[in-house]
């Protein structure tokens, strides 16, 4: 039978209707299609088995449709990206230790205060359940570190970390090994309280937890290059496009350390905007005048106005330990992307005359009460022993952002 040219038109559009049907009925069929960590479809893409969602059987493979990384409490988002670190001052000191350089962050998570007397003493309450007492003893801050033999300061060896005033006043006396407990016990802690929340198998192993994204990254000290990032927090000064206005010294606009602004959530016009000492003698200024900085100690860590990423005392209060093991030249030897100095590989101990830079000298960053401004510039680094503590250096902790976030 001989079709007409009309019929077999009909049938050609029929077919490709159909053809077209049965396209978008195959990429509309259940667990085929692109793929997120979100949205895994229902079965596997490359053996058609269907996937078990029910995260509490562990005898079928199990994918989870919780893609989105449990940030821990008291923790702020920081977008990562391009950056110029260094010390963007005068190197009054002549240290030339931190030169300018550009680099990539990734983006990671910080804790938005410094860890408190209150955190702090949490900690010693529950290791008293797990380890021995003298090992809970080698967790105890140093209260000695308020002591001198030309002050008047020992008073604060008995108050200042237990007493309820100074409850949210940032913890003083912690080496940087005790500040890396810390971090190691809280991302354990969390965790099983997590695992209570959900209702899980105590008995999980981390990498099953993982799997289930229910479990937090681990909490830890900040990188020197995080930290430097997070405090400068050059976001606030972006311009269209990738182009920002101006740098910045410290972690707010301008060369002052004074408010220039009489905006109501960024304080009066004429504070200062960090906690730190003046001059010599000079910690807080004159009694009865409400434009000094209010703290000859330490201070409350939610006060000050907090910086663009919402971070509170990112200069002044607590100088703050961060991972790296010091050398002068790291700024020479570190990676581009996600800086880091573990150790003295590439500037060992042995190319310097002082036996001061071994591996257990660890960088401390951001000024304190008791530093003079130019300290807190976060392109400025000291160094101390891990083992050492003192009244002017606190810690935060820090953890990487992992999968879809931030996009």
């Known amino acids: 039978m001989r079709l007409s040219k009309n019929s077999l038109g009909m049938w050609a559009s029929a077919l490709a209707l159909v053809s077209i049907s049965l396209l978008s009925s195959c990429q509309k069929t259940p667990g085929y299609g692109r793929r997120t960590a979100g949205d895994p479809g229902k079965r596997s893409a490359t053996t058609g088995a269907d996937f078990s969602f029910d995260e509490k059987d562990t005898t079928q493979f199990f994918v989870s449709r919780n893609a989105e990384q449990i940030p821990g409490p008291n923790l702020k988002f920081i977008q990562g990206g391009r950056t110029v670190l260094g010390s963007q001052e005068e190197d009054i000191m002549a240290f030339r230790d931190n030169l300018e350089r550009t680099v990539s962050i990734a983006s990671f998570y910080m804790d938005e205060t410094e860890m408190t007397n209150n955190d702090y003493r949490e900690f010693l309450f529950d290791m008293r359940k797990r380890v021995s007492a003298d090992s809970v003893l080698k967790l105890e801050p140093s209260e000695n570190v308020w002591s001198g033999a030309m002050s008047f300061n020992d008073l604060y060896q008995s108050y200042y970390f237990r007493f309820p005033g100074f409850n949210f006043y940032p913890v003083a006396g912690v080496s940087w090994t005790q500040a890396k407990a810390y971090a190691t016990w809280r991302t354990e802690y969390v965790q099983d309280l997590i695992k209570k929340e959900r209702e899980l ?21 900040p990188n020197e290059a995080e930290w ?8 606030g000064t972006q311009y269209l496009d990738e182009n920002q206005e101006y740098g910045r010294i410290y972690p707010w606009d301008g060369r002052g350390i004074r408010n220039p602004y009489n905006v109501k959530r960024k304080g009066k016009q004429g504070d200062f905007l960090a906690n730190f000492k003046r001059g010599r003698g000079d910690y807080a200024g004159i009694s009865g005048n409400q434009r000094n900085d209010g703290e000859i100690l330490p201070t409350n860590v939610y006060d000050m106005a907090p910086n663009d990423f919402g971070l509170y005392h990112m200069a002044g209060n607590m100088n703050e330990w961060v991972y790296d093991v010091y050398r002068p030249m790291t700024y020479q030897d570190a990676d581009d992307l996600n800086p880091l100095r573990r150790d003295g590989v590439y500037d060992d101990e042995d190319n310097y005359e002082t036996s001061l830079f071994t591996d257990e000298m660890r960088v401390y960053k951001g000024g304190s009460w008791r530093d003079v401004a130019y300290w807190l510039a976060p392109g400025t680094r000291r160094f101390m022993h891990q083992d050492s503590a003192t009244n002017h250096i606190g810690f935060r902790c820090a953890m990487i952002s992992i999968g879809e976030k931030g996009k």
């Open 201 to 221: 198998d105590s008995t999980m192993t981390k990498n099953q937890l993982i799997e289930r994204g229910v479990a937090l990254a681990e909490f830890r000290l």
């Open 228 to 235: 430097e990032y997070a405090a400068k927090a050059m976001i």
